[in-house]
C-alpha cells in the first residue's frame, strides 16, 4: 500500500505520542496540511495561518467530529496570544441560568445557592482567549449578552452593578448550520454578523475521501505506538471499506474506529474487515446499536442493480413500517398504489397480509 508517512519524521510522531496533552494538535498543524490532498482542507489552513496572528473572531462551522476544537485550538496556538491563558466552554453543557454564571460571573447572593460571588469566563479569559463551543446552542438572551461583549468589551456579572472591562478574543464553534439557524429565528441576526468577520468551513471526511487512508493510517500508527504494539497495514479490503463509508461521525468515528482495529488486531498482523466494527455489511451484522445507526443512515449500496436495490428499499421500508403498504409507501415517496404494484412485481410477501390485499388509499 501507499505509506503515507515514510516522507514524514516518525521519530517526531513518536515524540508526540509521548507528550501529554496534546498529540493530535502537533501532527494537525505539522503534518496533516501538508499530507491532505483535500483542496479544501488546503484552503482552510491558509486561512488558519493568516488569521491567527489578528485579533478577528471567527468563527468556525463543520458537522460533529470534523476537528473544531482542534482548529480552534490551534489558531490559538499561533496566535499573538499563545503563551496568555486559553478559556474553552461549552455553550449546549449547561442550562441557561448556569450559562449565563458561568460565561459572566455572579456577585454573592445573585440567586439562590450563589453563596459566593464567581468569576467567570470572560473575566478569566482577559489578555487571552476565549473558545466559545457550540455557540449555536445558546439561549436568546445569552446570545444578547455575548454580543454586548463583542462589542464593547465589557459586561456585568449576574446580580451585579459594575461594568468589567476585558480584552479577550473569540473562537467560536458550531455543528449547526448558523445562517439556517439565523433564517429560522433561533439565532440573532446581529450576533451571526458580528461572529462572521471570519468563517471557516470545515468539510465533511464524505467530502474529502481523499483524505481518508492519510487519516486511517495516521491513527494506526499513533495507537500502535501508544500501546507499543507492532500492527500490520490496512488490508484491501479495510482500505476499501474505509473509504466507501459515509463517516456520519466524521474523523471521531474514524479514530475511534482505528483504535479499537488496532487494539483487537493479532499483533504482527494486517488490519481486516473483521477488525474493524463497521456494521451494515454482511460480516459487521452484530451489534444492535450499530445496526440502528446503521439504519438511520440508510443501507450501504451492496449493488448499483437498480431492480435490486429498488427491491431492499422496498423491504426497508415495509419492516419499518411494520409491513402496513400505506405508511410504507409514505416512506418510499410514491403512491401506495404503485408500492402495491411493485410490491406484486417483485414478488414481495408477507404473512401479516391477507391474500391479494389491496392498500386502503
Ligand atoms: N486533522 C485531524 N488530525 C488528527 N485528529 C483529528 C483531526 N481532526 C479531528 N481529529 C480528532 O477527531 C476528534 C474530533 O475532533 P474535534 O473534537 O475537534 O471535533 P469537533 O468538530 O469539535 O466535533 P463536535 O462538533 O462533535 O464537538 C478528536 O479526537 C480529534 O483529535
Ligand atoms: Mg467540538
Known sequence: MINYMDDLQLAELEHDVQQHGKPDLSFFETYYPKL???????????????????????????????GKELI?????????????????V???ALPEHLLESELFGHERGAFTGAVSSHVGK???????????????????STQAKILRVLQEQAFVRVGGQRTIHVDVRIIAATNKELWEEMESGRFRADLYYRLNVVTLHVPPLRERPEDILILADYFRRKFAAEIKKVVGDLDEETRQLLSHHAWPGNIRELRNLIERAVLVVNPNHEITA???????????????????????????????NLEELEKTAITIALQRSKWVQKDAAA??????????????MHKISHSTWRKNAVPEP
Not at 43 to 66: H, M
Open 274 to 304: 473483521k477488525d474493524l466494527a463497521l456494521t451494515g455489511k454482511d460480516y459487521f451484522a452484530a451489534g444492535g446499536r450499530d445496526r440502528r445507526r446503521e439504519e438511520r443512515r440508510g443501507p450501504n449500496l451492496h449493488t448499483l
Open 72 to 88: 480552534a485550538g490551534a489558531i490559538q496556538a499561533q496566535s499573538l496570544r499563545a503563551q496568555q491563558i486559553y478559556v474553552t
Open 122 to 140: 470572560f473575566e478569566q479569559a482577559d489578555g487571552g482567549t476565549l473558545f466559545l463551543d457550540e455557540i449555536g446552542d445558546m439561549h436568546p
Open 90 to 92: 461549552n455553550c449546549a
Open 36 to 66: 491532505s490532498r483535500s483542496p479544501e482542507i488546503q484552503k482552510t489552513y491558509a486561512l488558519i495561518s493568516k488569521i491567527a496572528r489578528s485579533n478577528a473572531t471567527v468563527l468556525i462551522q463543520g458537522e460533529t467530529g470534523t
Open 331 to 344: 416512506l418510499l415517496g410514491i403512491s401506495a398504489r404503485a408500492l402495491n404494484y411493485k410490491i406484486a
